[in-house]
C-alpha cells in the first residue's frame, strides 16, 4: 500500500524540484527528491521534515532568500509552483509516496559541476552523476 502522502510536503517538493531541477531527465529530478527526504531521514542539523529540510537557509539555492529581512517562503515556493511541470508534481508525489527507490545510494547533496565548485565537496564522496548533477555523501 502507498503511503499517505502530506500535500503540503508534495507541494513545497515539487517547488524546489521546479527549481533546481526542472531542466534535467526525470531521473535526476527523483535523484534531488532522495537527498531531501535522505536529510530528513538523517535529521538533525538539516531537520526532520520535508519542509524544514527544503526551507533550511541556504540550502537549495532555488530558495535562497534575496535579502536579510525579504525571504517570504510562501511567495517563494508559489513563485516555483508556477513554474512546475507535470514532472515535479509526479516526482515529488512518487518519491514522497515510498515507491521509488533512491537513485543517489543515500546522497545528501548535490551540485551542478559546471556552474559552482563548492568548498564542502571535497569532504564528501561522490556516489553517482544524473544528468547536470554530481551527488556526494559523507565518506565512510
Same mark, same amino acid.
Given at each position: %500500500?502507498?503511503?499517505?502522502?502530506?500535500?503540503? @510536503?508534495?507541494?513545497? +517538493?515539487?517547488? +524546489?524540484?521546479?527549481?533546481? %531541477?526542472?531542466?534535467?531527465?526525470?531521473?535526476?529530478? +527523483?535523484?534531488?527528491?532522495?537527498?531531501?527526504?535522505?536529510?530528513?531521514?538523517?535529521?538533525?542539523?538539516?531537520?526532520?521534515?520535508?519542509?524544514?529540510?527544503?526551507?533550511?537557509?541556504?540550502?537549495?539555492?532555488?530558495?535562497?532568500?534575496?535579502?536579510?529581512?525579504?525571504? @517570504?517562503?510562501?511567495?517563494?515556493?508559489?513563485?516555483?509552483?508556477?513554474?512546475?511541470?507535470?514532472?515535479?508534481? %509526479?516526482?515529488?508525489?512518487?518519491?514522497?509516496?515510498?515507491?521509488?527507490? @533512491?537513485?543517489?545510494?543515500?546522497?545528501?547533496?548535490?551540485?551542478?559541476?559546471? +556552474?559552482?565548485?563548492?568548498?564542502?565537496?571535497?569532504?564528501?564522496?561522490?556516489?553517482?552523476?544524473?544528468?547536470?548533477?554530481?551527488?556526494?555523501?559523507?565518506?565512510?
Amino acid at each position: %500500500a502507498m503511503a499517505t502522502v502530506d500535500r503540503a @510536503d508534495v507541494a513545497i +517538493l515539487a517547488a +524546489l524540484l521546479a527549481g533546481e %531541477a526542472r531542466g534535467e531527465p526525470v531521473a535526476g529530478q +527523483l535523484a534531488v527528491a532522495h537527498v531531501v527526504m535522505n536529510r530528513a531521514r538523517l535529521g538533525g542539523w538539516w531537520g526532520d521534515t520535508i519542509r524544514g529540510v527544503a526551507l533550511k537557509r541556504w540550502q537549495f539555492s532555488t530558495f535562497n532568500p534575496p535579502g536579510d529581512d525579504k525571504w @517570504d517562503a510562501v511567495a517563494v515556493i508559489a513563485d516555483r509552483l508556477a513554474v512546475a511541470g507535470d514532472d515535479q508534481w %509526479a516526482v515529488a508525489e512518487a518519491a514522497l509516496s515510498g515507491v521509488t527507490a @533512491d537513485p543517489t545510494d543515500g546522497a545528501t547533496h548535490y551540485y551542478n559541476p559546471a +556552474l559552482a565548485d563548492p568548498s564542502w565537496a571535497a569532504q564528501l564522496a561522490e556516489t553517482v552523476t544524473i544528468g547536470a548533477h554530481r551527488f556526494m555523501k559523507a565518506g565512510t
